[in-house]
């Protein structure tokens, strides 16, 4: 009998393969890109902090002001995001990444050459610039290319890659800190930075199909975010992610210190031990491909603060124990970073999800928010300094409960994000 042939409204079965192996290839090379984008952001810190040390004794300068660079690096990403959102959504993500991916390169140029602190604090906010960019477009191509479920799977899997790099990270520092001295950091961001520029320029393309012509103007401008500020969906995912980032840069500015200077580690040692925390961050960006698409959204980010806010009291209660064994905080920020892991890609999906056409300043204004308040926190860490880990201990603690508190409450309410349109760059 021969074969009934196919209706003339379907595609024949070998195109519609092709067709699937093609958005697969697409999907990879995506995913590919935006671990690489998202990857500025713990390379800038996480490389170089086992050298903070070094820096203090190379140019002579305290524990308070060697924060500094970290602080001035939160506080350039935040406010340069406020531009940056928008300059997407009005020319496109790739022409910001390529633009910010020369300004990271110039900073850390200058930041490796760097002669005193003031220069320094010159390199390191460049860096940031450049940083804003790359992940500031990172997360609006999400929201151009998916749905928001579909999104916060795309984003865990490029996370899951990222998380090799605060990974790997502190452990090269550490031993090129120890070989080499402290520029071999900026050194090696240099050279990563210079990569990604030829990855960028070969890969990326412009996934805003529709950008907005009034973007840059002040008073569409001011517009966008104030509609993005009224949000109560965005507002719950973006102080979600504010907690997680307000105890994670708590313990990234005074880790070093406490390591070195309570537990008497060398760098290159701190760098290992800052390696097993970052494993809960990486066994977490991994939990969360399985997790999300069992739980949704809300009820990861619930079960990821659940776990950030016993964590954060366990390492409290040790430090107020007086208990100054090195496991009393590798193992509770372990179990921290685990949750930040697991509820990293939910929150950043979420907090984009309600604006279709304006992604890039939605995005914007979450880190914006977020990295505020990790400077603040920073900033404050540095003058609670007391040569202890309670300062620490009582920062992450806070956070990891705040988190907790919002998932139970904004997100609970206003979280229902596990649908939506398909994006035009999608259709």
Do not use: K
Not at 203 to 228: C, F, H, K, Q, T
Not at 258 to 277: E, Q, T
Request: aromatic residues 8%; charged residues 10%.
């Amino acid at each position: 009998m021969p074969a009934e042939p196919a209706s003339a409204g379907s595609p024949p079965a070998g195109s519609r393969a092709q067709t699937a192996l093609e958005h697969r290839r697409e999907d990879r090379r995506v995913v590919l890109l935006l671990a690489t984008l998202i990857a500025f952001q713990p390379l800038s810190t996480d490389l170089y902090l086992p050298s903070m040390p070094s820096i203090a004794a190379g140019l002579a300068l305290g524990a308070g002001a060697v924060q500094a660079t970290l602080s001035v690096y939160i506080l350039g990403f935040a406010f340069t995001q406020l531009l940056a959102g928008p300059l997407s959504d009005r020319f496109g993500r790739r022409p910001v990444v390529l633009a910010g991916l020369l300004a990271y390169v110039a900073g850390s140029v200058l930041a490796m050459s760097a002669g005193s602190l003031g220069l320094l604090l010159a390199g390191r906010l460049l860096q940031s610039v450049g940083t804003c960019c790359t992940v500031v477009c990172a997360r609006a191509i999400v929201r151009d290319r998916y749905d928001p479920a579909t999104g916060a799977r795309r984003l865990a899997l490029a996370m899951s890659w990222v998380a090799l790099m605060p990974l790997a990270a502190p452990i090269a520092g550490g031993l090129l800190a120890a070989q080499f001295g402290w520029r071999a950091a900026f050194a090696t961001m240099t050279a990563f930075a210079l990569g990604a520029a030829v990855l960028c320029v070969r890969g990326l393309r412009e996934s805003n199909l529709e950008p907005a012509r009034d973007a840059m103007r002040p008073g569409p401008m001011i517009a966008n975010y104030a509609s993005v500020l009224r949000s109560r969906t965005w507002l719950g995912f973006t102080l979600i992610g504010t907690a997680m980032y307000w105890g994670l840069f708590s313990f990234l500015s005074e880790a070093s210190f406490v390591f070195g200077g309570v537990h008497g580690m060398s760098p290159a040692a701190f760098g290992f031990a800052f390696a097993v925390v970052t494993t809960g961050f990486l066994l977490g960006t991994l939990s969360v491909r399985r997790v999300l698409p069992r739980l949704g959204v809300q009820r990861t980010i619930g079960v990821a603060t659940g776990i950030a806010a016993v964590a954060g009291c366990t390492m409290l209660a040790l430090a107020l124990a007086r208990i100054d064994h090195v496991a009393a905080v590798i193992v509770p920020q372990c179990l921290f970073v685990f949750g930040h892991g697991l509820s990293q890609s939910a929150w950043q999906a979420g907090s984009v999800a309600p604006f279709p056409r304006h992604a890039g300043a939605a995005a914007a204004m979450t880190g914006f928010v977020q990295n505020v308040v990790a400077a603040c926190a920073g900033a404050l860490i540095g003058r609670l300094h007391d040569g202890s880990a309670l300062p620490m201990a009582g920062m992450v603690a806070a956070a990891g409960v705040a988190a907790a508190v919002v998932a139970q409450t904004l997100v609970r309410r206003h979280g229902g994000v596990d649908a939506g349109p398909l994006p035009a760059a999608a259709r």
